[in-house]
């Protein structure tokens, strides 16, 4: 079983709706971090937590909210997509403290498409 | 954290090895030289990473200079599996976030 799992993998939506995108890890980091990549650029950090309750912004913040409901799980909303929300999304996790350097773990990604 | 300036692109022979250069000139005395891969929209892939030193792991080698201001990593029997965009970043661990950038797009042909 993998790591770090995303849901849901593949979502198409309409201008202006709300949606959430899971990350759930079985790695038992404390850091957890939600990126953007759109085509043909590098990952963009949105937002990153280093444990339960701690929530600070990224690179691109705007138009996102996260939540952090226990160690193993953080959630990206949208409140109002938006179709240059459309993008290729990841979740990652790492815990400095393993082999004491900054290695990150992927999910899949989760592509969204709003219309 | 320091920039990074890698070429858009590149190609390699299969079984040959691969050397994918990275400039970053600005880099201060604590951050590290970190290597990623993405295959095709995966999420991205640790590779190796380094300070100083060159290191060697089961997947590549870091060449560092000694000035630090630049370094290359080296795929030395590359496969078509290899084929990715592969991404140099430079942290200094401290803030655990990474900065991607462009990276360079390895094309390994048979």
């Known amino acids: 079983d993998a790591d770090v799992t995303q849901t849901p993998r593949n979502r198409i939506t309409k201008t202006g709706k709300r949606i959430m995108l899971e990350c759930s890890q079985t790695?038992?980091?404390?850091?957890m971090y939600w990126y953007r990549q759109d085509p043909g650029l590098g990952l963009r950090l949105i937002y990153y937590?280093?444990?339960?309750?701690?929530?600070n912004k990224g690179e691109i913040s705007d138009g996102y909210s996260v939540s952090r409901q226990a160690q193993a799980k953080f959630s990206l909303s949208l409140e109002s997509a938006i179709p240059n929300q459309t993008a290729l999304y990841f979740c990652?996790?790492?815990?400095?403290?393993?082999?004491?350097?900054?290695?990150?773990?992927f999910g899949p990604g989760t592509r969204l498409t709003v219309l | 954290d320091a920039k990074t300036t890698q070429p858009t692109s590149m190609d390699c022979a299969e079984g040959r090895a691969a050397n994918l250069p990275c400039n970053h000139s600005?880099?201060?005395?604590?951050?590290?030289v970190y290597w990623y891969r993405q295959i095709h929209s995966q999420g991205p892939q640790y590779i190796i990473h380094?300070?100083?030193n060159n290191e060697t792991n089961e997947m590549a080698s870091l060449i560092i200079t000694e000035d630090r201001k630049s370094s290359t990593l080296i795929l030395p029997h590359a496969t078509l599996r290899d084929t990715a965009v592969y991404y140099c970043?430079?942290?200094?661990?401290?803030?655990?976030?990474?900065?991607f950038g462009g990276g360079t797009r390895l094309m390994v042909k048979p």
């Open positions: 990652a996790t790492s815990d400095p403290t393993d082999r004491g350097y900054n290695e990150q773990f």
């Open positions: 790695k038992g980091h404390d850091r």
């Open positions: 937590s280093f444990d339960v309750k701690d929530i």
């Open positions: 600005t880099i201060s005395g604590n951050e590290y």
């Open positions: 380094g300070l100083k």
């Open positions: 970043i430079v942290n200094n661990n401290a803030g655990n976030m990474l900065t």
